[in-house]
């Protein structure tokens, strides 16, 4: 899928260039003549690659840039990181709808269920969580399908991953 190219700069010559090269690869463009228009769209935007010139007057960007191209642009060099971005954006996207979807099967987890799974992970045979939850062994294998229908694995390592998915910062 080809995500949309936000351009920003003030310069029109510029922008209306870069959009006429872009089009002619099949890459939507969208220009901004400034970084504040720029932004007060973002919220309202699809994710896509931002391509902006860093030196315009009262906000320059510098910050989370995954590369640089000096002015005149090359065009292959352009289209290059352009195609280099969508795969990066490409790549953050999946995981974070995975992330998203680790942490949706979670919350379907009762917090005995969490307990549980808490210390599967980590490791404790059912016997260990029994005695350390006040339950019986039984009561402990019965969660344990609980958790293995909500996640859709009966597997400890499957178990594992997702728990440390859902320990992780997004």
Same mark, same amino acid.
Request: aromatic share 4%; charged share 25%; proline share 6%.
């Given at each position: 899928?080809?995500? #949309?190219?936000?351009?920003? $700069?003030?310069d ?15 890459? @939507? ?5 400034? #970084? ?6 973002? @919220? ?5 690659? =931002? ?5 315009? @007057? ?13 002015? @005149?642009? $090359? ?19 999946? =995981?974070?709808?995975?992330? *998203?979807?680790?942490? *949706?099967?979670?919350? *379907?987890?009762? #917090?005995?269920?969490? $307990?549980?799974? $808490? ?8 016997r ?6 006040? =339950? ?9 399908? *609980? ?7 009966t ?16």
């Open positions: 899928m080809t995500r #949309p190219v936000y351009l920003v $700069d003030d029109d010559a510029v922008r209306q260039a870069l959009t006429l090269l872009l089009s002619t690869v099949d890459i @939507p463009a969208v220009g901004f003549a400034d #970084p504040q228009a720029f932004l007060a769209q973002a @919220p309202k935007l699809a994710p896509g690659c =931002l391509i902006l010139d860093i030196r315009m @007057p009262v906000v320059s960007f510098r910050n989370g840039a995954a590369d640089f191209l000096s002015k @005149p642009i $090359d065009e292959q060099d352009l289209i290059d990181a352009i195609q280099k971005c969508q795969e990066a954006l490409e790549l953050r996207l999946r =995981l974070r709808a995975e992330k *998203a979807e680790t942490l *949706a099967l979670l919350a *379907a987890l009762t #917090p005995r269920e969490r $307990d549980v799974l $808490d210390r599967v992970a980590e490791g404790f045979t059912t260990q969580i029994a005695e350390g939850l006040g =339950l019986s062994p039984r009561t402990v294998e019965s969660h344990r399908a *609980a958790i293995g229908t909500k996640l859709g694995t597997s400890q390592a499957e178990m594992t991953r997702f728990w440390l998915e859902g320990r992780e910062t997004p």
